[in-house]
């Protein structure tokens, strides 16, 4: 676990490093590229992986913030609830909305698994609030989508439109 504990920290550092690297007027376009699938890279890698990993620990409120964490920076916090409600329990089936199809496009699974998935999590979630008798209003879901929006509010305010859209 110190590993997955270890890799928030760095993980806020190395965005922050980008986001502060971006800002320089002086990058040359390939520069501008180069760091920008770096950066798309490092979220896919850390900020999922180990945010997915961290989602498994669902006892543990503890690493279900630093899964939440690492899921906002990657725009992914609807990721746990799916992949634990729905992918586990509906993997391999026409159900699963991330287990592609056999001669998938992989863009079209890529819009469909990230898209369908989002709105799926928000039935799940409206589903398990229902079970718990809680009112629709404390779905996770909708702090799982105003996150995301309060972290490009935070980037674009601290380093403008440019840095906002590379990011």
């Known amino acids: 676990d110190l590993v997955l504990y270890v890799m928030v920290p760095l993980h806020l550092f190395v965005i922050y490093s980008f986001l502060t690297s971006m800002s320089d007027p002086n990058l040359s376009n390939y520069d501008i590229v180069a760091r920008v699938f770096m950066m798309g890279t490092i979220l896919g890698i850390i900020g999922i992986n180990v945010g997915h990993e961290l989602g498994h620990k ?3 409120h503890f690493k279900q913030f630093l899964d939440q964490v690492l899921l906002t920076t990657s725009i992914q916090n609807h990721f746990v609830p799916y992949h634990n409600g729905g992918h586990h329990k509906d993997i391999g089936t026409p159900a699963d909305l991330t287990s ?3 001669g998938d496009n992989f863009y079209s699974f890529a819009i469909r698994s990230q898209i369908g998935g989002y709105f799926k999590t928000w039935k799940l979630e409206a589903t398990r609030m229902k079970l718990l008798e809680r009112s629709p209003f404390a779905n996770p879901m909708i702090i799982y989508t105003v996150l995301p929006i309060i972290l490009f ?12 859209g590379c990011y």
């Not at 509010?153 to 906002?164: A, P, Q, S």
């Open 100 to 102: 592609a199809k056999k």
């Open 153 to 164: 509010i935070c980037i674009y305010w601290f380093f403008g439109l440019f840095v906002t």
């Open 58 to 60: 669902t006892n543990n």
